[in-house]
């Protein structure tokens, strides 16, 4: 069974840094596509970024291109969200997902495995 675990949350001003990990455990890494949602108070989940197997497809959300990066290390298991210029729209619960076929990478639904979620604040 997969597991993840995100971590690097916490409150951060506008215009801050904050860079978020995810660990993957219990299958093969480097066979699941990963990605990075976020849900914030009484919205929808939505799309951040996604990255494919290998790190050389990426894709972002409008709202943060330019200003996140998504990379993974098939090494350590691990991807990471970092996230640059905050704004405090960016505030929400983020998620790291992984999915292990084919999936239109924007879709929620499309994620085999979910992680409990870390929070990002960022005040104005």
């Known amino acids: 069974q997969v597991q993840l675990v995100e971590s690097g949350g916490g409150l951060v001003q506008a215009g801050g840094s904050l860079r978020l990990s995810c660990a993957f455990s219990?299958?093969?890494?480097?066979?699941?596509?990963m990605a990075w949602f976020r849900q914030a108070p009484g919205k929808e989940r939505e799309f951040v970024a996604s990255i494919n197997w290998n790190g050389d497809s990426t894709y972002y959300a409008d709202s943060v291109k330019s200003r996140f990066t998504i990379s993974r290390d098939n090494a350590e298991n691990t991807v990471t969200l970092q996230m640059n210029s905050l704004k405090p729209e960016d505030t929400a619960v983020y998620y790291c997902?992984?999915?292990?076929?084919?999936?239109?990478?924007?879709?929620?639904?499309?994620?085999?495995?979910w992680g409990q979620g870390t929070q990002v604040t960022v005040s104005s």
């Open positions: 997902a992984a999915a292990g076929g084919i999936v239109v990478v924007t879709r929620a639904p499309d994620y085999d495995y």
């Open positions: 219990g299958r093969s890494f480097s066979s699941y596509s």
